[in-house]
């Protein structure tokens, strides 16, 4: 089955600029999706399609995908970015969820 | 603004089956230009796909959890439910209901705020 490796956590200073990966084998070749969780919430959808921001998500988060690494960019770290962020793809019909990632905001 | 809404007891009994219905309102589960989801996410732990709907009734589900599970849609109440059966400890979990966009290579747009359910005797 097909999987998704996210690191355990990402430490970004207040202003600064976090960076989630997402790797898979040949992810470049899928639509990579994310979500944000905050602390006891459900998961909001915040990249979809590899770059794209449903309505209401600021421009400070961006996604790319290439080769074997998708990657989830926060820019301008706010405290209000602290959460899991989790990413996902379509494979073999099966929605596959990455392992998480912890951001922390100092 | 669509809403889901996720309903059903908050324990069940080992070897029992949990049953869940997600309520949709502000949307329509007979369009057909979504799908229907459901997620679960054990304590301290990631997302698990269980299995999507459409509105004709065909499904799919997680090859890990097919042989417990039935995923069913009710037009005529605008809602569709979750079905796992033979439970046991490891099913704990925060269960939540999703709309699937741009189909079945898609993503999830809208989800419930989420139903906990313990398997304990």
């Known amino acids: 089955s097909y999987e998704l490796t996210q690191p355990l956590s990402v430490s970004v200073a207040l202003g600064q600029t976090a960076r989630v990966t997402c790797g898979g084998d040949?992810?470049?070749?899928?639509?990579v999706h994310w979500y944000q969780q905050r602390p006891g919430q459900a998961p909001v959808l915040v990249i979809y399609?590899?770059?794209n921001r449903p309505s209401g998500i600021p421009e400070r988060l961006s996604g790319s995908n290439s080769g074997n690494t998708a990657t989830l960019t926060i820019s301008r770290a706010q405290a209000g970015d602290e959460a899991d962020y989790y990413c996902?793809?379509?494979?073999?019909?099966?929605?596959?969820f990455g392992t998480g990632t912890k951001v922390i905001v100092l | 603004q669509l809403q889901l809404q996720e309903s059903g007891p908050g324990l069940v009994k080992p070897s029992e089956t949990l049953s869940l219905t997600c309520i949709v309102s502000?949307?329509?589960?007979?369009?057909?230009?979504?799908?229907w989801g459901w997620i679960r996410q054990s304590p301290g732990k990631g997302l698990e796909w269980i299995g999507t709907?459409?509105?004709?009734?065909?499904?799919d589900y997680n090859s890990s959890l097919k042989s417990r599970v039935t995923i069913s849609i009710d037009t005529s109440k605008n809602q569709f439910s979750l079905k796992l059966s033979s439970v046991t400890a490891a099913d704990t979990a925060i269960y939540y209901c999703?709309?699937?966009?741009?189909?079945?290579?898609?993503?999830?747009?809208?989800w419930g705020q989420g139903a906990q359910v313990t398997v304990s005797s």
């Open positions: 999703a709309r699937l966009n741009w189909g079945l290579l898609g993503y999830f747009d809208y």
């Open positions: 502000g949307g329509s589960v007979s369009s057909s230009s979504y799908y």
């Open positions: 709907v459409y509105y004709s009734g065909s499904a």
């Open positions: 040949n992810i470049g070749t899928k639509n």
């Open positions: 399609r590899d770059s």
């Open positions: 996902q793809v379509w494979d073999s019909s099966s929605f596959v």
